[in-house]
């Protein structure tokens, strides 16, 4: 009795093992092409291109965001650098990513 709990054990962990590597390969393929399946899996990723298209060089302004608005699901957690880039366009995505350069030239230098 105990070797078929066993066995049955091992199958279970090889389906979820299976399970999880279809998974990771469906997000894969949905980042390397979110324009193949934009009503499922790349529709977060193909809203987030939109949101930093429209910005343009300006931006919309703050709090002029069009995408954070029943487009973009998770907009206040995994894609505030899209909305950040529609609301103040490429200059403030530049700033933001310079100030992130700069923080972390700071850390080095602290850690040294």
């Known amino acids: 009795m105990q070797l078929r709990n066993d ?10 093992r299976g399970e999880t590597l279809l998974g990771v390969h469906k ?8 324009f193949a399946d934009t009503s499922a899996a790349g529709y977060q990723i193909v809203q987030s291109l939109y949101s930093i298209g429209s910005g343009g060089f300006l931006g919309l302004g703050l709090g002029q965001s069009r ?5 973009l699901p998770e907009e206040h957690n995994d894609y505030i650098f899209s909305i950040v880039c529609e609301e103040l366009g490429y200059v403030g995505a530049i700033a933001i990513l310079i100030l992130f350069a700069l923080l972390i030239c700071r850390g080095y230098w602290i850690a040294a």
């Not at 066995?7 to 979820?16: A, G, P, T, W």
């Not at 995408?67 to 487009?71: G, H, I, V, W």
Request: net charge positive; proline share 4%.
């Open 27 to 34: 997000r894969i393929v949905s980042w390397r092409d979110p």
């Open 7 to 16: 066995y049955s054990i091992h199958k279970l962990k090889v389906y979820r």
């Open 67 to 71: 995408q954070k608005y029943l487009y």
